[in-house]
């Protein structure tokens, strides 16, 4: 039972490249977010999908985007990442309960 | 606007210790209320909730906390502290505004260090 899986763990990308992070599930679940966890600031929610097909921008949207691209799916992209992307970022996913959340990427942007 | 505090951002106690890890919110409506632990490179651990009922809730690994209406709290507490507990705590509160998902406010955590 994998429940979030996150790929990749670790990258380092310079500024000004591209990225997406990949985020599955497997238990069923209709909700799915991003976060980016820096420290002393908590985890801060970047977009979320409420349903496949739907997404909406949380509280930190700029200069990301998302796709969901089918019920298990969910996806991060940086455009043209920025050192203040460097951060820890995590995906979880829920079904009208508690949130269950992967294990993260370590982004370093240099 | 809804948010969580966590005024902590460590709490230092010895192994076999009572532990209380603090929390408070501000939202509209009736609260459903969270903790999480996070440890080292891991993602969140669901530990439990609180919807609605006992003021005492129950969860994993032993800890408990309780909720306080009059004084918006939800305080995480374990009766005996384990080493093993030393990790990173969210309080977090579901959105009230959030009607079709579960999104969650976060507070900023309170790093638990339990000592031998």
């Known amino acids: 039972n994998a429940g979030v899986t996150q790929t990749p763990k670790f990258q380092v990308l310079k500024t000004g490249q591209s990225m997406t992070l990949q985020c599955a599930q497997d238990?069923?679940?209709?909700?799915m977010y991003w976060y980016r966890q820096d420290p002393g600031m908590g985890l801060r929610l970047i977009y979320y999908?409420?349903?496949?097909?739907?997404?909406d921008k949380g509280e930190v949207p700029n200069g990301y985007n998302v796709s969901r691209l089918n019920k298990r799916e969910f996806s991060l992209r940086l455009e043209s990442a920025a050192p203040s992307q460097t951060s820890v970022y995590f995906c979880?996913?829920?079904?009208?309960?508690?949130?269950?959340f992967g294990d993260g990427t370590r982004l370093s942007i240099l | 606007a809804q948010s969580v505090a966590q005024p902590e951002d460590q709490v230092n106690v010895a192994e076999g210790n009572p532990l209380t890890v603090k929390c408070t919110y501000s939202?509209?409506?009736?609260?459903?209320l969270f903790w999480y632990v996070q440890y080292p490179n891991r993602g969140l651990q669901f530990l439990l909730k609180?919807?609605?009922?006992?003021?005492l809730v129950k969860g994993s690994y032993g800890f408990e906390a309780e909720f306080n209406k009059s004084q918006t709290s939800f305080h995480l507490k374990k009766p005996s502290a384990l080493v093993s507990d030393s990790a990173l705590y969210f309080c977090?509160?579901?959105?009230?505004?959030?009607?079709?998902?579960?999104?969650?406010?976060f507070g900023t955590g309170t790093r638990l260090q339990v000592f031998p």
């Open positions: 939202v509209s409506g009736n609260p459903y």
């Open positions: 977090a509160v579901r959105d009230p505004l959030s009607y079709n998902t579960d999104k969650l406010i």
């Open positions: 609180y919807i609605t009922g006992d003021n």
């Open positions: 979880a996913s829920s079904e009208f309960g508690p949130q269950h």
């Open positions: 238990m069923n679940h209709n909700s």
């Open positions: 999908s409420a349903s496949e097909g739907t997404t």
